[in-house]
């Protein structure tokens, strides 16, 4: 891909900022528009904040060898209302880190313009506490192959937060085809990816880590929580079939051997061609709602490895086809299926089954409220004296995080089957394709939690 003249102007240009940054942070508030933000970007040190004026942004943004600190992390930020437009270009992907860290870049919109070359978002040296909030990225959809946010070199403590991607051919892919792009103890979390041709999101799997970069060498946990993910009639079919959501192996030894997925609170929602969600390696998987009307909800199995740790509890699955399917697994390692409600073409498989409830998926009416509504009217809360049973122990789970939280964000009692504590009528989140609140924090999203990483 060849760079525009000022691409490369403005990647020159952070290599001063760079040195800025290692100064002692002042920190101030810079007002750039289209026409001056390229020189306001070279001047950015740690701890300032640019604030980029609505209108339309034809040239790229890009953010190579630019560094805050943890204490004072580099601001790019656009009006509240996204009204910051970038556009596509041929030369370059539209936001660009490159050995880049402690930068937050907010209330953006990515407009990839149907063009057949730019990524949204892309790193391609290792970036790490890196912030993506709140911006709109559409028509990066010239083929399956484009992207809305990328990793291509790895990448640590990212925090992909409050986005909405729609229609692109993947909306996120992070780390590499061949393993080689670890992205390590993320946080994903209130994002809506819609109508992507293949995946919503893949994480790819993971070769050794690098030991010189500085990535974490401590158990880590990635966090995928709160989103929503739908596929619909434009979904790629035959060799290009690809699920919802797919996370792949950690390391098979060394650093990030017992690192795991807890994924958690996610709204899935139809997939023509393939699960909504497939997994492999270390995975949690606690508190979603899943329906497929038209395929299948849950693929736990060997892809480039096997699964290992596979803990799925209070799951609430409403699938035409398969709706939790386990198979594959290493030996060694605790697997257990626990307190789902799972209403599905086919039968459950997996090991070491306790109090979930299984039934044909035409029977989900007689428990949940209305299982196969349209969106709108769609609703997997119980019946009333539906989907309890003798508590579960639930501090088995404690470990988790949010593992006491029902989808809804609601204390659990281990009373309830499924999803959702509580039965009658639903008074949380009404499933819909629109970004997920968290209950108790007034729609806003949590802060990240901590990591289990050491540094």
């Given at each position: 891909m ?12 952070l ?30 040190k740690?701890?300032d904040?640019l ?5 339309t ?12 600190t ?11 209302d996204?009204?910051?437009?970038f ?6 992907n ?28 892309d790193?391609?040296?290792?970036s790490?506490h ?9 028509n ?5 192959a484009?992207?809305g946010?990328s ?14 991607i ?20 993320g946080?994903?979390?209130n ?14 799997h ?25 596929k ?16 792949g ?6 650093a990030g ?23 492999e390696?270390?995975l949690?998987?606690?508190d ?15 892809h480039n490895?096997v ?7 209070n799951?609430?699955i409403v ?22 409600v ?12 306790s109090n979930?409830?299984?039934g ?7 428990t ?15 019946k ?8 579960i ?14 989808f809804?964000?609601?204390?659990r ?6 999803a959702?504590?509580?039965?009658g ?30 540094n």
């Amino acid at each position: 891909m060849v760079e525009s003249a000022l691409c490369r102007t403005l990647a020159a240009s952070l290599l001063g900022g760079a040195l800025l940054a290692a100064m002692p942070a002042i920190g101030g508030v810079i007002d750039a528009t289209p026409a001056n933000y390229g020189t306001a970007l070279g001047n950015l040190k740690a701890g300032d904040t640019l604030r980029l004026a609505s209108g339309t942004y034809t040239q790229s943004l890009p953010l190579q060898g630019l560094n805050g600190t943890a204490a004072a992390p580099i601001v790019i930020m656009g009006p509240e209302d996204r009204s910051a437009v970038f556009q596509g270009q041929s030369c370059c992907n539209t936001v660009q880190f490159d050995n880049s860290s402690y930068i937050e870049v907010r209330n953006l919109t990515l407009d990839g313009m149907h063009r057949p070359e730019p990524f949204g978002v892309d790193t391609s040296g290792p970036s790490h506490h890196i912030t993506i909030e709140n911006l709109k990225i559409v028509n990066y959809d010239a083929d399956q192959a484009m992207i809305g946010i990328s990793t291509k070199a790895v990448a640590w403590n990212w925090v992909i937060r409050r986005n909405t991607i729609i229609g692109a051919g993947t909306g996120m892919y992070l780390g590499n085809s061949d393993g080689s792009a670890a992205f390590v103890a993320g946080t994903i979390e209130n994002n809506l990816i819609i109508d992507t041709l293949g995946y919503n999101i893949e994480i790819k799997h993971q070769n050794p880590r690098p030991t010189n970069v500085g990535m974490p060498t401590g158990n880590s946990r990635t966090i995928i929580r709160h989103n929503v993910f739908s596929k619909s009639g434009n979904s790629s079919g035959g060799d290009l079939a690809r699920p919802n959501l797919l996370v792949g192996h950690f390391p098979l030894s060394g650093a990030g051997v017992n690192d795991r997925y807890e994924i958690y609170g996610n709204f899935f929602y139809r997939n023509p061609v393939e699960a909504l969600f497939q997994g492999e390696g270390n995975l949690i998987l606690h508190d979603n709602v899943f329906v497929n009307d038209i395929g299948d909800a849950i693929h736990v199995m060997p892809h480039n490895d096997v699964p290992r740790e596979v803990q799925i509890f209070n799951n609430t699955i409403v699938a035409r086809d398969d709706g939790l399917r386990v198979s594959g697994l290493a030996s060694g390692y605790t697997q257990r299926l626990v307190g789902n409600v799972v209403y599905s073409g086919n039968s459950v498989t997996g090991p070491n089954q306790s109090n979930n409830v299984i039934g044909a998926y035409s029977a989900a009416s007689n428990t949940l409220n209305a299982p196969t509504a349209a969106l709108g009217t769609l609703d997997l809360f119980p019946k009333s004296g539906q989907l309890t049973g003798s508590p579960i122990d639930m501090t088995t789970f404690a470990e988790f995080v949010d593992s006491s939280k029902d989808f809804d964000g609601r204390a659990r009692t281990g009373v309830h089957r499924g999803a959702y504590e509580g039965d009658g009528t639903n008074t949380g989140w009404k499933l819909s394709l629109t970004i997920k609140p968290v209950a108790g924090l007034g729609g806003k999203t949590p802060n990240p939690p901590t990591n289990l990483t050491a540094n």
